[in-house]
């Protein structure tokens, strides 16, 4: 029971190049949430989907885009990367987006923008 | 606005020196109150959830507790494999989101 799985783990990119970072879960979680933890600025949400088939932007959204592929994935896309996406990115899953049940992250993708 | 704030930003006890870490929130009206635990290099990983000003909660050597305006982390007798960042998250009523405060980076030494 791996729970919520990203990859890759660490990446390195050129200014302009773009990316996707993939999030399974095996939780049968209805809602899924990218967020990106830089020092100082604590967890802040990119990206959420509530149930398969919905995407809503979080606090920091510019930059990025979405997709929830189906109930177990959902995927967070840079188009064109910038020094400034240089964080360490998180994908989070939660039973209920209303409910008091907690978040549920993977291990992260460790991304450097050069 | 949904605000968290965490103190201190980093504490660094003897092993069997007992503290508390602190989360003060603002929200319109509170869902839930999350503590979760990070070691370095991996993601967070949930500890408690309080609901009500004056619930309890307690897992081994730590112990949450909720009232209206903050919320303590007790740690009790603290070992070194303690030593890790907390983090407090907020979900407030009719909200979809958590919002998170900053942290508090736990240092236990032997």
């Known amino acids: 029971n791996a729970g919520v799985t990203q990859t890759p783990k660490f990446q390195v990119l050129k200014t302009g190049q773009s990316m996707t970072l993939q999030c399974a879960q095996d939780m049968n979680h209805n809602s899924m949430y990218w967020y990106r933890q830089d020092p100082g600025m604590g967890l802040r949400l990119i990206y959420y989907?509530?149930?398969?088939?919905?995407?809503d932007k979080g606090e920091v959204p510019n930059g990025y885009n979405v997709s929830r592929l189906n109930k177990r994935e959902f995927s967070l896309r840079l188009e064109s990367a910038a020094p400034s996406q240089t964080s360490v990115y998180f994908c989070?899953?939660?039973?209920?987006?209303?409910?008091?049940?907690?978040?549920?992250f993977g291990n992260g993708t460790r991304l450097t923008v050069t | 606005e949904d605000q968290v704030t965490q103190s201190p930003e980093a504490l660094r006890l003897q092993e069997g020196e007992s503290s508390s870490l602190n989360c003060s929130y603002t929200v319109s009206g509170l869902r839930g109150l999350f503590w979760y635990r990070q070691d370095p290099g991996k993601g967070p990983e949930f500890l408690f959830t309080l609901y009500s000003a004056g619930e309890e909660k307690e897992k081994e050597r730590l112990k949450a507790t909720l009232t209206k305006k903050e919320s303590f982390l007790h740690i009790t007798a603290p070992k070194p494999e303690d030593s890790a960042t907390y983090l407090c998250a907020v979900q407030a009523v009719g909200a979809q989101k958590l919002v998170f405060g900053q942290g508090t980076r736990l240092t236990i030494n032997p």
């Open positions: 989070a899953t939660r039973a209920e987006v209303t409910y008091n049940s907690p978040l549920h």
């Open positions: 989907s509530a149930s398969e088939g919905t995407t």
